[in-house]
C-alpha cells in the first residue's frame, strides 16, 4: 500500500483558516467525519470566529459530502461550505467542537461556547436539535471530549479553571447524559493546583476497561510533560512524566 496523493480538505482563500476538532471513523459506512470552525483576520479581526461546520469523506468515491448527502466534491471550497455548516454566526460564538457518530451514523457535537458553557447539538437524520447545555462554567477550557455509551446515554470530560470565585483551581468535570443529551449533570472528577492544569482530556481510541481517558497536565500554557490516566470508575491508575 502507498499514500494516496494530498488534496486540500478545505480551502477558503486567503485571511481564513479552519480549526478542525477530531476526526471519527464511521468503519460501517465507509466514512470519515470531522467538524471544524473558521477563523478570520478579514476587516481587522472583526469576526475571528464563526460557522461551526461538519462533513465526511466517503472512502468508496473520496468525496466529501454534507451531512444531508450533498456531494461537495474532492475537496471543501467557499463556493460549497455553507452545505456543511451547522451553526451560522458573524461573530464569536462556537469553538473547538468535538463530533461522534451514533448507532446510526448521524452525527453528535459537543463544541465551546462563547459564553464559556458547553453545548451539544445533534443530526437527527433531517435536522439538526439542540443545542443543549453540557455544562455552564465560569472559565472553562477549551479542553473536552465525549463519547456515546449508547445512543441514549452520554458522557463528557471538560476543563473549568475557575469552577467557583473562591476556588481558582483547575477541574476536571465529568458530564453525563441519559437522555440523548437534551439534559446533563456534572460532578468534579479531581482537581489540579493553579500551576498545573489540565488540557485537552481524549478517549483512546479502543479504550478497554482499564484505562478509559487521559489527561495531560500543562504549567500555564506549555505542557510540563505529566500525562494521567483514569479507569471506568474514574480512578487514577497512573501518571506518565518525561
Known amino acids: 500500500a502507498t499514500w ?6 478545505i480551502s477558503m482563500g486567503n485571511n481564513v483558516a479552519p480549526y478542525h ?8 459506512n465507509g466514512r470519515i467525519w470531522f467538524s471544524w470552525f473558521m477563523t478570520s483576520t478579514v476587516g481587522g479581526g472583526s469576526t475571528p470566529y464563526y460557522n461551526m461546520s461538519v462533513a465526511y469523506l466517503r472512502l468508496s468515491d473520496e468525496h466529501f459530502y454534507s451531512v444531508d448527502g450533498f456531494d461537495l466534491g474532492t475537496g471543501i471550497n467557499l463556493t460549497v461550505a ?12 462556537q469553538l473547538f467542537s468535538t463530533v461522534r457518530i451514533n448507532s446510526l451514523g448521524y452525527p453528535y457535537l459537543v463544541y465551546k461556547n462563547v459564553d464559556n458553557s458547553f453545548k451539544f ?10 443545542p443543549y ?10 479542553s473536552h471530549d465525549f463519547r456515546l455509551i449508547d445512543d441514549s446515554n452520554l458522557e463528557a470530560y471538560v476543563v473549568d479553571s475557575n469552577d467557583t470565585i473562591s476556588n ?3 477541574l476536571l468535570k465529568k458530564c453525563t447524559s441519559s437522555d440523548s443529551g437534551v439534559t446533563w449533570s456534572y460532578s468534579t472528577v479531581f482537581t489540579g493546583d493553579y500551576a498545573h492544569g489540565f488540557a485537552d482530556p481524549e478517549f483512546p481510541l479502543n479504550f478497554t476497561t482499564g484505562f478509559k481517558l487521559y489527561i495531560p497536565s500543562r504549567t500555564d500554557i506549555t505542557i510540563d510533560g505529566t500525562l494521567k490516566a483514569i479507569d471506568t470508575t474514574d480512578q487514577l491508575i497512573g501518571i506518565l512524566t518525561d
Not at 494516496?4 to 480538505?9: G, N, R, T
Open 4 to 9: 494516496s496523493s494530498e488534496v486540500s480538505a
Open 21 to 28: 476538532g477530531r476526526f471519527v471513523i464511521d468503519s460501517t
Open 82 to 93: 455553507s452545505h456543511c455548516v451547522v451553526i451560522d454566526t458573524d461573530s464569536s460564538a
Open 121 to 130: 447539538i445533534k443530526w437527527n437524520g433531517s435536522a439538526w436539535v439542540g
Open 133 to 142: 447545555t453540557v455544562y455552564a462554567g465560569s472559565l472553562t477550557q477549551y
Open 168 to 170: 481558582s483551581s483547575p
